[in-house]
């Protein structure tokens, strides 16, 4: 460690440690609630031996753990030696500038790791684990799902609550009685830029301290320590017991983890995890795709996928042989979800990135090269002969037909040298802007999240995958017109994978609210794609004419007493399954300035446009059948002579506000 890191962690362990040894002092009014008097901590740590009570254990492999111990911040591990066996030690510290947690002298939260708002542990009351540990942006967000969290947390867990930077400005009714419940009597005082440190939960005593905010200058740093009387442990399956291959059941995986709401409910805990079977007599057209290998690219967001897994299950026929997941880093949680489930997982150390570009550029070069290592083990040692595979990220959901859907489709793929992918996304696809879930798309945007990557592509792109450290996303270096080659992706209208993330490279909460949480998902279990033999070029071209040729034309009035398409009543409200064009100005055949207004104007991607085949965009509003085409496109020879394309580039719109 360089010296500089030494002196910061130093001091960071000073200060807490200050903390610490104030609240551990005779004077502390918790030893007078708690009557801890030496003999008495003495008689309960005898009794404690008694009853055998169970230590925290380490479910890593022996590589792993001494990794992580090697890891493990000074500031943290000297915390646990004040504690007796049978407990735990626990230590929140909160700040302007971040959170720290530590849980048996290990961090769960430090300067790197915390976020604005609340930063919630959760601990196991019989083994002192962590179950859960997850940051809440108590600022920024109106609903930043604290108060759920609490309600999916087991009755009698201890939980950590770290303030940092502001965690009250939109923490809301909701989140203080969901504090309450967990015994603040203290977060009523939470204000403005205040600080805020918590120790309760289940039988525990609180320890608590807060610091007020005044004005707008932040509430002193503040911390709290107790060493947690861990409860008599229920017994389950040891360290040896699991590797050895010993039955792990979801009881047991949640007796131990929190946070994952239904799916570890009382009335569903005891079902098992079983794909649904193939329908007798299925047409092949429909299972194909059974075959394939499944790859999840996954790193440290085990509740992500979990649900990606269970709608994963939900299509009839799925082996659960052939799904692997691909983990970025040695977590403990997301292998254990996995073996739930009964799929494959594959780690590998922590991607690194030694970049001096900007944060964002690295976590690209990382996830660019987790692909890379993901994929090519994917391909080339587990399923060598696989001629395809279906690629999907953790916090994906994926609809019931998703199997079915690139069943359907891959003989396409395969056969169309024109084809680039199948993908089960479609960005413009919103529950206001989809109708047709039996309905495919030709598009010359690759949009990811959820994609059949077949054997000739993989064996032209992998070569050429881009190198550490340049900062490139994979999906942006895919969409390079050096790759794509002039080749189109398959979509469909209602897509088939639903985005969950909150957190990630590209997204944040407020981003999927804008953009993502109004998307369509296909509910039906089983769409029969329609008008298969219409996706070659050709025969695409062909009837996108035909289209174009009966569609009624929109307002198109430049100027003055004419709507534009941001005007209320813009499609008109008393017709039904109608198909209705926008032809749109263009400077060139690359010019979408206008076409990206109409987006925004029906509220669809707009950040940047996505979806077209040579400038046409096709949605649905109101069930009505929308295309908006280019005036440089080959479909504007359809334009009436009476009619000017429309010219958005430059006007002043009402854009609608996203909700």
């Known amino acids: 460690m360089r010296w500089p890191m030494r002196l910061m962690l130093f001091g960071l362990c ?42 925290p254990i380490g479910e890593l492999t022996e590589e792993a753990r001494i990794a992580m111990r090697a890891a493990r911040p ?117 204000n403005f830029r205040a600080t805020w440190a ?133 977590y403990e949680e997301p292998v254990r979800l996995a073996k739930l489930f009964g799929v494959h997982t594959v780690q590998h150390a922590k991607t690194r990135s030694t970049s001096q570009m900007a944060p964002t550029f690295k976590n690209a070069d990382m996830i660019a090269l987790h692909y890379k290592i993901s994929l090519t083990k994917l391909m080339e040692e587990l399923h060598p002969d696989a001629q395809a595979a279906i690629v999907v990220e953790e916090d994906l959901e994926v609809s019931p037909d998703f199997l079915s859907y690139f069943s359907q489709l891959m003989p396409l793929v395969q056969r169309d040298p024109t084809l680039l992918c199948v993908s089960a996304w479609n960005d413009n696809a919103y529950t206001y802007s989809s109708h047709d879930p039996a309905l495919v798309y030709r598009t010359e945007f690759f949009p990811g999240l959820g994609w059949m990557l077949t054997r000739a592509l993989y064996n032209e792109i992998m070569p050429k995958w881009p190198q550490c450290c340049g900062g490139w996303s994979w999906d942006l270096w895919l969409r390079g017109p050096e790759n794509t080659r002039g080749r189109e992706c398959l979509i469909p209208d209602v897509p088939r994978t639903f985005h969950i993330g909150q957190s990630g490279l590209n997204v944040n909460t407020y981003f999927f609210r ?15 794609l329609s008008d298969l033999d219409r996706l070659g070029p050709a025969e695409y071209d062909a009837h996108l004419h035909a289209l174009v040729a009966r569609a009624t034309p929109l307002d198109h009035a430049r100027s003055g007493g004419g709507k534009t398409p941001c005007d209320a009543g813009y499609v008109p409200t008393t017709v039904d399954r109608s198909v209705f064009v926008i032809f749109y100005e263009q400077k060139d055949a690359d010019d979408t300035s206008s076409v990206l207004k109409i987006a925004s104007c029906f509220k669809l991607w707009d950040l940047g446009i996505r979806g077209l085949h040579k400038t046409v965009l096709r949605f649905f509003h109101r069930s009505n059948h929308i295309l908006a085409v280019g005036s440089k496109s080959e479909f504007a020879q359809h334009m009436p002579p009476n009619i000017e394309p429309l010219n958005l580039a430059d006007r002043d719109l009402k854009i609608p506000l996203r909700e």
């Open 74 to 190: 000074a500031v943290c591990s000297h915390m646990q030696h004040g504690c007796l066996e049978g407990e735990v030690a626990v230590a929140v510290r909160s700040s302007k500038t971040h959170a720290d947690v530590c849980v048996g002298g290990q961090a769960v939260f430090n300067a790197t790791t915390s976020g604005r708002g609340l930063n919630v542990a959760v601990i196991n009351e019989r083994t002192g684990r962590v179950t859960a540990a997850q940051t809440f942006d108590t600022y920024g967000l109106a609903d930043a799902g604290f108060d759920t969290f609490v309600q999916n947390t087991h009755s009698g867990r201890v939980v950590a609550v770290a303030a940092a930077d502001d965690a009250s400005f939109n923490l809301g009714v909701a989140g203080r009685k969901a504090a309450m419940h967990l015994g603040s009597v203290q977060v009523d005082s939470l």
């Open 14 to 55: 000073a200060m807490i440690g200050v903390g610490v040894l104030m609240l551990r002092s005779a004077s502390d009014p918790r030893d007078v609630r708690n009557g801890a008097s030496k003999a008495r901590r003495e008689q309960v740590s005898r009794r404690r031996a008694q009853e055998e009570r169970a230590l």
């Open 514 to 528: 804008t953009y993502f949480q109004q998307h369509a998902l296909n509910t039906r279990p089983d769409v029969t």
């Open 198 to 330: 918590f120790i309760g939960g289940g039988e525990l005593t609180y320890e608590e301290a807060l610091s007020q905010g005044h004005e707008y200058e932040f509430g002193e740093p503040v911390a709290v320590a107790a060493c947690v009387p861990l409860k008599a442990a229920l017994g389950g399956a040891s360290d040896a017991q699991l590797q050895a291959g010993a039955a792990y059941t979801r009881e047991q995986f949640c007796s131990e983890h929190d946070g994952y709401g239904e799916f570890c409910h009382d009335d569903f805990v005891h079902e098992p995890l079983v794909p649904l079977p193939l329908t007798a007599g299925a047409a092949t057209d429909r299972s194909a795709a059974t075959g394939l290998p499944v790859a999840i690219m996954a790193g440290n967001r085990p509740f992500y996928l979990q649900r990606c897994l269970s709608t994963l299950f939900q299509n009839p026929g799925l082996d659960p042989r052939l799904v692997t997941v691909f983990i970025d880093g040695v």
